[in-house]
């Protein structure tokens, strides 16, 4: 059985805590670990950089109380040590991205449900809470607007590719829980829900880093399928703060929460904006999922969290504006292309691995 409210572990409060992200050199793994750090806690990153980057934390590398380690999640010797040192895992190494989740489903699958067994038996031992981060796409093709999280889910056919990102989280999901209700486990899920921000990267169909890169080049904004399919985007350090407030309560234990933004925004109009926003002379130009994926490809026509549940326990509500986000995407290219232009930074192979 659960563990009671009296039983429950102490969650990140004011003392000093020692949290593991698991890519923690992602796109939002460096966002949270900066937080961490800003909030003096003590951060342990591994991370195998397969979709993470040692550039998203290079400025991190510096501060007092990280510590990284540029491994995968599967190398269980390491993972054991780590989990020991630390007080909380927030577990968010996955195979990320429409791209790379059509053109590797071996790998989504393996990556995601192998890994997030080894991370969930590891802090089993020990007892240690875990932040398992989920997805949007668990609610595969339900209609039932906006999502709420008790929702039934909604996958298309096993001969669809593209639904092994969605069942591969759900498991995910429900091995989490399982842990929480039959050996003790603490844990909290976050299903998360187009997060956008400065070091997202776009080569894994991340839209909105593709249409600001695009639109920055005057290269034209590429929509795929009719751009009528609509989503709501997030900025990072908004969901951060969701993380750290169910962190923080120890009445998210066992629990499943939406993380996004309810404000929604069709493709199209979104290319638009973009196009606008930057004042870009780019053309919009729609491409075939068919073309742009594979034949048969299935996608979404609404995707719209309920933030309900999580804002009746934390308080919690997204505040950036759209506009906003398109900004700090934009201003992070140009920084970076600076940075490229005349950067003298060591190649990644220098880099000392550990702390």
């Given at each position: 059985?659960?563990?009671?409210?009296?039983?429950?572990?102490?969650?990140?409060?004011?003392?000093?805590?020692?949290?593991?992200?698991?890519?923690?050199?992602?796109?939002?793994?460096?966002?949270?670990?900066?937080?961490?750090?800003?909030?003096?806690?003590?951060?342990?990153i591994?991370?195998?950089?397969?979709?993470?980057?040692?550039?998203?934390?290079?400025?991190?590398?510096?501060?007092?109380?990280?510590?990284?380690?540029?491994?995968?999640?599967?190398?269980?010797p390491?993972?054991?040590?780590?989990?020991?040192?630390?007080?909380?895992?927030?577990?968010?190494?996955?195979?990320?991205?429409?791209?790379?989740?059509?053109d590797?489903?071996?790998?989504?699958?393996?990556?995601?449900?192998?890994?997030?067994?080894?991370?969930?038996?590891?802090?089993?031992?020990?007892?240690?809470?875990?932040?398992?981060?989920s997805?949007?796409?668990?609610?595969?093709?339900?209609?039932?607007?906006?999502?709420?999280?008790?929702?039934d889910?909604?996958?298309?056919?096993?001969?669809?590719?593209?639904?092994?990102?969605a069942?591969?989280?759900?498991?995910?999901?429900?091995?989490?829980?399982?842990y929480?209700?039959?050996?003790?486990?603490?844990?909290?899920?976050?299903?998360?829900?187009?997060?956008?921000?400065p070091?997202?990267?776009?080569?894994?169909?991340?839209?909105?880093?593709?249409?600001?890169?695009?639109?920055?080049?005057?290269a034209?904004?590429?929509?795929?399928?009719?751009?009528?399919?609509?989503?709501?985007?997030?900025?990072?350090?908004d969901?951060?703060?969701?993380?750290?407030?169910l962190?923080?309560?120890?009445?998210?234990?066992?629990?499943?929460?939406?993380?996004?933004?309810?404000?929604?925004?069709?493709?199209?109009?979104?290319?638009?904006?973009?196009v606008?926003?930057?004042?870009?002379?780019?053309?919009?130009?729609?491409?075939?999922?068919?073309?742009?994926?594979?034949?048969?490809?299935?996608?979404?026509?609404r995707?719209?969290?309920?933030?309900e549940?999580?804002?009746?326990?934390?308080?919690?509500?997204?505040?950036?504006?759209?506009?906003?986000?398109?900004?700090?995407?934009?201003?992070?290219?140009?920084q970076?292309?600076?940075?490229?232009?005349?950067?003298?930074?060591?190649?990644?192979?220098?880099f000392?691995?550990?702390?």
């Amino acid at each position: 059985m659960a563990n009671s409210n009296g039983d429950r572990p102490s969650l990140l409060g004011g003392s000093k805590t020692r949290v593991l992200i698991t890519g923690g050199a992602g796109f939002f793994g460096s966002h949270l670990a900066e937080a961490l750090l800003q909030q003096n806690h003590e951060v342990f990153i591994l991370d195998d950089l397969s979709t993470g980057s040692i550039e998203n934390i290079r400025d991190l590398k510096v501060r007092p109380g990280l510590q990284y380690w540029i491994d995968s999640v599967k190398n269980r010797p390491l993972l054991a040590e780590l989990v020991d040192e630390c007080d909380i895992i927030v577990h968010l190494a996955a195979a990320v991205g429409v791209r790379l989740i059509v053109d590797s489903p071996v790998h989504t699958i393996e990556t995601n449900v192998n890994g997030t067994e080894i991370v969930l038996k590891a802090a089993s031992k020990k007892k240690k809470l875990v932040l398992v981060a989920s997805t949007s796409e668990v609610y595969g093709k339900s209609t039932r607007v906006p999502f709420r999280e008790d929702d039934d889910l909604v996958l298309g056919a096993t001969t669809k590719g593209r639904w092994s990102y969605a069942a591969s989280k759900a498991l995910d999901e429900f091995l989490a829980l399982a842990y929480w209700k039959e050996k003790s486990l603490p844990v909290i899920i976050g299903r998360f829900f187009n997060i956008v921000g400065p070091r997202q990267a776009s080569r894994y169909g991340m839209v909105l880093p593709n249409f600001v890169s695009q639109a920055m080049a005057g290269a034209d904004v590429t929509v795929f399928g009719t751009g009528q399919q609509s989503r709501c985007f997030c900025y990072v350090g908004d969901a951060v703060q969701a993380v750290l407030r169910l962190l923080e309560n120890p009445e998210a234990v066992g629990g499943i929460f939406n993380i996004g933004s309810d404000s929604e925004i069709s493709i199209e109009n979104l290319a638009q904006l973009v196009v606008e926003r930057l004042g870009s002379k780019s053309k919009i130009r729609h491409i075939p999922y068919e073309q742009a994926y594979e034949e048969g490809f299935e996608d979404m026509a609404r995707r719209k969290p309920s933030l309900e549940k999580i804002q009746a326990l934390t308080g919690w509500r997204p505040v950036t504006t759209l506009d906003t986000c398109i900004d700090l995407v934009a201003r992070y290219f140009e920084q970076k292309a600076g940075r490229i232009a005349g950067d003298s930074m060591p190649s990644r192979s220098s880099f000392a691995v550990g702390s």
